[in-house]
């Protein structure tokens, strides 16, 4: 894992977007995060290089299913992990079928750590191999 994490996160709101980057803290991870709320700002950020992707699951202006779909089209293969709190797991379970590495919801954070770091090594593995 990268000393500084650069992470692209999905979200509307600077207070829940605060509260993620607290709990990225509590867990030792060190991250340098850039937010974007809409698909334009997502599409634009792709050009640079990330090591992951956060995205709350529903948002109004964009959602996680679509910025699955940007990241396919762009070819990236990057954790992509869905951090909510008002999908229920119909949703979820359609987003980790569209290539969504995991799916944590807001009232349980503490699993974003141990979240991260193992889809972190599963991309490095996934890169070696190619």
């Known amino acids: ?24 803290g509590r867990a030792g991870l060190v991250v340098e995060c850039t937010r974007v709320e809409d698909e ?4 634009e950020q792709l050009k640079l290089p990330w090591d992951l992707i956060l995205a709350d699951g ?5 959602d996680a299913m679509r910025a699955l779909d940007c990241l396919h089209r762009a070819g990236l293969d990057l954790p992509f992990i869905i951090v909510s709190g008002t999908v229920g797991e119909e ?10 590495h995991d799916y944590i919801f807001k009232h349980n954070l503490a699993r974003l750590g141990p979240v991260i770091r193992r ?3 599963a991309a490095s593995a996934r890169r070696s191999c190619q």
């Open 91 to 100: 949703v979820a379970a359609a987003a980790m079928l569209a290539g969504a």
């Open 58 to 62: 529903r948002q109004p202006q964009f």
């Open 1 to 24: 894992m990268a000393d500084r994490l650069r992470v692209l996160l999905i979200e509307d709101s600077p207070a829940d977007a605060k509260l993620l980057l607290a709990e990225l």
């Open 119 to 121: 889809e972190l090594r």
């Open 40 to 43: 334009s700002g997502f599409c």
